[in-house]
């Protein structure tokens, strides 16, 4: 079934409450999908730096360590911050290439869950709540953010499972729902040189946006053609470095809610996930239409 929330702040002086009200929603939609959560936020960037989010297999791993070591053979002055069973590094650009090599070479065991200059994913195994608290999400600031609570169908309830994905420099995606074809367009992306970790399916989507858009499209455009390329049924949220975009598939089987003020753009799977944001008895309430692409984006 699973549970979707997003948030697109517009007031910068909302920013401070990303983290906490983007906790709340998703608090909302547990019982949509008890296995696991995520959250993806979009926090400050630094000039000239990426932010590197990495997580062990478990939440037993000894992250620490495996961060120290990274950190020793690529850059010893790059910092690092603890977030429970993730490590945010934060490497200078043009070290990444030698991040991911490295990694692949001494620690495989180790996940890359986000690269980016803004974009951080926090994701685990767990009631939503408790992994909400576990990271203290509440707590983070941003200009945008994404989360999803998870009942698994066709893969197996990990942390690597769990949503949201990311494929692409600051790009993220969840989903509900289910793509049939993801089998056949996982083997064509890995081909065309796309990292597919997973037998998830929504990380095939993720990572055929992450395609379009290195061949050119904008996100407006690769969301477009997903509608003829991807067979299935699906509610997606998408995240970029600068904005937020939403897209159901032509039948729309999916629930899906948005509301807008001039304060923000929120989604959610339930109508019930909005009533905790500010403002919103006199927000625009609607259903996003089938095939139709929604985004907004920051300047």
């Known amino acids: 079934m699973c549970g979707i929330a997003g948030l697109f702040i517009k007031d ?15 608090s909302t939609l547990c019982s949509r999908g008890p296995d696991s959560a995520g959250f993806a936020i979009y926090g400050k960037g630094e000039a000239g730096m990426t932010k590197v989010t990495i997580a062990g297999p478990s939440d037993a791993y000894d992250i620490d360590s495996a961060a120290k070591k990274l950190i020793a053979a690529i850059d010893p002055t790059a910092r ?27 620690l495989p065991e180790i996940t890359v869950m986000s690269e980016g200059a ?10 939503p709540d408790t992994v909400a608290s576990e990271f203290e ?12 609570t998870r009942m698994a169908t066709e893969s197996a309830v990990t942390t690597n499972g769990a949503h949201p994905f990311s494929t ?20 064509e992306l890995r081909r065309d040189g796309i990292k597919i970790k997973t037998e998830n399916d929504t990380e095939v989507a993720a990572g055929y946006l992450t395609r379009q858009m290195r061949g050119g499209q904008s996100l407006g455009e690769a969301l477009k053609a ?21 897209l159901r598939d032509p039948i729309a089987c999916k629930p899906a809610v948005m509301a807008e003020t001039d304060q923000y753009v929120a989604f959610a799977s339930e109508y019930k996930t909005l009533t905790c944001l500010p403002g919103i008895k006199t927000a625009r309430v609607w259903e996003p239409k089938p095939a139709t692409v929604y985004f907004w984006e920051h300047n």
């Open 12 to 26: 910068p002086k909302l920013e401070p409450q990303l983290g906490e009200l983007l906790a709340k929603m998703t």
């Open 80 to 106: 690092c911050v603890r977030r429970h069973s993730h490590a945010v590094i934060s490497f200078k650009t043009g070290d990444v290439p030698r991040v991911e090599a490295w990694l692949t070479e001494n």
């Open 118 to 127: 803004r974009l951080e994913i926090y994701k685990e195994v767990g009631y």
């Open 137 to 148: 999400i509440a707590k983070m600031g941003g200009t945008h953010g994404i989360s999803h």
């Open 168 to 187: 692409g420099a600051d790009q993220c995606l969840v989903h509900n729902g289910s793509l049939s074809n993801h089998a056949s367009l996982r083997r």
């Open 226 to 246: 997903s509608i003829d390329d991807l067979d299935g049924f699906f509610t997606f949220v998408v995240g970029t470095e600068s904005g937020f975009g939403v």
